[in-house]
C-alpha cells in the first residue's frame, strides 16, 4: 500500500529508551498466546482478565491499579511533523515504526474526514511507541499484551517487535498486514468516541463471563470492519496482493486459530476477539462497503 508520501502529521510519544516502569518486557514469546485474551480489549474494559494473566506471570497486578501507577506515561509527545523534534525521530527509528506512523496518519486524515462529512467532532488519540515494558493511562503497557488502546490517555501502544512476530510467526507479512492492525486499534478510537465502548463496558458488568466475552468479540469485530472502511477510503493506494495480506493477518490471528495452534483445542466460551472466519468477514465488509454503518457486529456477527 503505497503510503510513503504521507507526512506524519499526528501526536507521537516514544517510550523505546526509557526501561518503562515496571520491569523488563520481556514477553514477546507469550504474545500470540495471550492475544484472545487481552490485546485491545485491555483497553475496552478487559482489566479484570489482565490482571489474571499478569499475576500468573509472576507480575505484580496492583501495578494497574489505583495511586500513581495507572497515570498517563511520561512520555516524549509532540506533533511528529513539527521537523526535527523527538516525536518525529521517533517515525523514522526503523521500517516498523514509519509504518506505524504513515498508517497512523492515514487513518487520522481518513475519520476526521469521515466524521466532518457527518458533522460529528473528531478528536484525533495518540501514538505512543514503546520496547517490551512501558506505561499507558490504563497501567501497565507489556509487549504480551499486543498492540491495544487505551481509552484513558486516548493513545494506541505499539511494540513494534509484534510485526515481526506477525511475519515470521504466523506468515502474516508484508506492509498491509501491519497497517491493518493499526487501523484496527484506531477503530477502537473511534468506538471510544461514538461511545460504544462504554455502552459494551455497562453491559458487561451486568452479565456473565461468556456473556461479556460474546460481547467483546462484537466489539473487537466492528473495529476490524472499520479497519475496512479505513482500506476502503484509500483504495486508490492499494497495490496487487495487500487485500490478500490483511485477510492473511484477520485469518492469523482468530481466536480459534490461536487456541489450537497454542493449546491444542478450541473453547469458543473463551474467544473475546472472533474466530479467523468472523474477523476475515467483518475486514471483507468494510472494504467492500466502506461504510461505517454497515459495521453493525452488534445485530450479527
Not at 489450537?260 to 462497503?289: C, I, N
Request: some cysteine; charged content about 15%.
Amino acid at each position: 500500500m503505497r503510503l510513503d508520501d504521507y507526512d506524519p502529521n499526528i501526536n507521537v510519544g516514544d517510550q523505546r529508551g526509557e526501561g518503562g516502569g515496571f520491569g523488563s518486557g520481556g514477553g514477546g514469546g507469550l504474545l500470540f498466546g495471550l492475544l484472545p485474551l487481552i490485546g485491545s480489549r485491555f483497553g475496552c474494559g478487559g482489566i479484570v482478565v489482565v490482571l489474571i494473566i499478569l499475576a500468573v506471570l509472576g507480575m505484580n497486578p496492583l501495578s494497574l491499579l489505583g495511586g500513581g501507577q495507572g497515570s498517563a506515561p511520561v512520555t516524549r509527545t509532540a506533533p511528529a511533523s513539527s521537523g526535527g523534534n523527538e516525536a518525529a525521530t521517533a517515525c523514522r527509528v526503523d521500517a516498523e515504526s514509519r509504518a506505524a506512523c504513515n498508517a497512523f496518519s492515514s487513518a487520522q486524515q481518513t475519520w476526521a474526514a469521515i466524521f466532518a462529512k457527518s458533522n460529528q467532532p473528531f478528536e484525533a488519540p495518540s501514538l505512543q511507541f514503546y520496547g517490551g515494558s512501558g506505561r499507558s493511562g490504563c497501567g501497565a503497557a507489556q509487549a504480551a499484551m499486543g498492540p491495544f488502546y487505551c481509552p484513558t490517555d486516548r493513545g494506541v501502544y505499539l511494540d513494534t517487535s509484534f510485526f515481526n512476530e506477525l511475519a515470521t510467526k504466523f506468515g502474516a507479512k508484508g506492509d498491509f498486514a501491519q497497517y491493518y492492525v493499526i487501523a484496527h486499534e484506531f477503530g477502537h478510537h473511534i468506538q471510544n468516541l461514538l461511545g460504544t465502548s462504554t455502552q459494551v463496558q455497562q453491559a458487561q458488568a451486568r452479565s456473565s463471563e461468556a456473556e461479556g466475552n460474546a460481547m467483546s468479540v462484537r466489539l473487537e469485530l466492528q473495529a476490524d470492519c472499520y479497519a475496512g472502511v479505513w482500506a476502503a477510503a484509500n483504495r486508490d493506494r492499494l497495490d496487487p496482493g495487500d487485500i490478500e495480506e490483511g485477510m492473511t493477518a484477520a485469518r492469523a490471528i482468530g481466536d480459534d486459530t490461536l487456541q489450537r495452534e497454542g493449546q491444542g483445542r478450541v473453547v469458543p466460551d473463551s474467544f473475546t476477539h472472533g474466530t479467523s472466519a468472523q474477523r476475515m468477514k467483518w475486514l471483507r465488509v468494510g472494504m467492500e462497503t466502506g461504510d461505517p454503518a454497515k459495521c453493525d457486529t452488534f445485530s450479527g456477527a
